[in-house]
């Protein structure tokens, strides 16, 4: 079975029929990891059930860690507030962070999974990007064009979840209470964005 080095960068889909792969690959890893966890996942077994050759898949993701990093990625760029926004900055990226941390804990293995291949590529590379709401955080805010301040709030909102992300899948603390804590911490960060109403500034 082709195994590339694991430190090889991995490709990036190009061509619509690339992405499609990627997003049959990234959508398998997610069904598995939810079911048996990172351990159990076998990346043959990815290739099969989204119907690529194994080498498309170590083409892409290099190693596993790859695989649930991306996955993690793919997932964060896919946040978006459950409810419609109320123009309350605060309000709304509160909302939109408790969404985020209670869709990934509903399913607490492929979390741990992605929570723990995103940590492992930090240890072993500079790889970044990885965990990033803060473009998100700013456009739920309604803040075009943030200031030095706006965008140091987005950052410590979305370092702030991955680490109550963390917690909770290492079994620290449960879903509930890490919802409570997300609530807490975006209380207490944005505070500055309470007052404000939705801007184009």
Not at 52 to 70: C, E, G, M, N, W
Not at 95 to 104: I, K, N, P, T
Not at 189 to 201: K, M, N, Q, S, V
Request: with cysteine.
């Amino acid at each position: 079975m082709p195994r590339p080095p694991g430190d090889r960068e991995a490709a990036t889909p190009r061509t619509p029929a690339q992405r499609q792969r990627c997003e049959r690959i990234l959508a398998t890893a997610a069904r598995l990891g939810a079911r048996v966890g990172l351990e159990a996942v076998r990346m043959q077994d990815v290739a099969d059930q989204a119907a690529v050759s194994i080498t498309t898949v170590y083409r892409y993701y290099p190693t596993k860690h790859h695989l649930f990093s991306a996955l993690l990625l793919h997932h964060t760029e896919a946040a978006a507030p459950a409810q419609p926004l109320t123009g309350c900055p605060a309000t709304d990226v509160t909302e939109l962070m408790v969404g985020v941390c209670s869709s990934m804990l509903a399913r607490p293995r492929l979390a741990r999974a992605m929570i723990t291949s995103v940590n492992a590529r930090r240890a072993e590379s500079t790889s970044v990007g990885d965990f990033n709401l803060r473009a998100t955080i700013l456009s739920v805010a309604g803040i075009a064009r943030p200031t030095p301040q706006d965008t140091q709030l987005a950052l410590l909102v979305e370092q702030c979840a991955y680490g109550i992300l963390s917690w909770a899948v290492m079994g620290e603390t449960t879903p509930a209470q890490a919802a409570g804590d997300m609530r807490r911490a975006c209380e207490l960060l944005l505070a500055p964005w309470g007052a404000t109403e939705t801007t184009t500034r």
